[in-house]
């Protein structure tokens, strides 16, 4: 959740937030407020943006509900943009991988990121100066000769390289 909606505040800065170095403006035209209305141009804009030496190892970030919006996707050729997974090769949105995500926004409003474009390489991740703790439980489960240990710790994440990251943001253009 912090990766991708972090607000920079505690933990991090996440992807769909104005720390991503290019936003696409999404929707297309006066009246299409819902997330219904995304297109194929919306997402090779996200791509687009991304500096070149970023691209390789980008890859999608959406919530499931955006997924089945973008299996419906249709390039000018009438061919899905959206390609299934087989035969061991993984599913692609414009030949590029992505990850579905529970934390992703899958209720459409206003100012709303919704789909990140993201190389993750750029992502920088750090254990926080803190607590730290290492408990013990040797008796627990002592019949079958085993101990049990529980480690805690602090991390954060932040953005390292803004220009690696793109979102897709709805406006209201009524």
């Keep these: 959740n912090q990766v991708l ?5 505690n933990l991090g800065s996440g992807v769909l937030t104005a720390a991503a170095g290019f936003s696409v403006v999404f929707p297309n035209g006066v009246g299409s407020t819902n997330f219904s209305t995304i297109t194929g141009d919306n ?8 500096d070149e030496m970023y691209v390789p190892g980008g890859k999608f970030v959406f919530n ?5 919006y973008i299996r419906t996707i249709k390039d000018t050729q009438n061919r899905y943009i959206f390609a299934q997974p087989g035969n061991g090769v993984p599913g692609t949105v414009w030949e ?3 990850i579905v995500s529970a934390k992703a926004p ?6 709303t990121a919704f789909v990140a474009f993201v190389n993750f390489k750029y992502y920088i991740w750090g254990r926080r100066v803190g607590t730290m703790m290492l408990e013990v439980d040797p008796y627990g489960l002592f019949t079958s ?19 690696a990251f793109a979102r897709i943001v709805q406006l209201d253009r009524k």
Excluded at 5 to 9: K, V
Excluded at 64 to 68: G, P, Q, S, V
Excluded at 145 to 163: E, L, P, V, Y
């Design 5 to 9: 909606n972090g607000s920079g505040a």
């Design 43 to 50: 997402l090779s804009n996200a791509i687009q943006s991304i």
């Design 64 to 68: 499931k509900l955006i997924m089945h």
């Design 96 to 98: 590029y991988p992505y």
């Design 106 to 111: 899958k209720t459409t409003g206003t100012s």
């Design 145 to 163: 000769n085993q101990t049990r240990f529980r480690m805690f710790s602090r991390w954060a994440g932040k953005i390292g390289q803004a220009n």
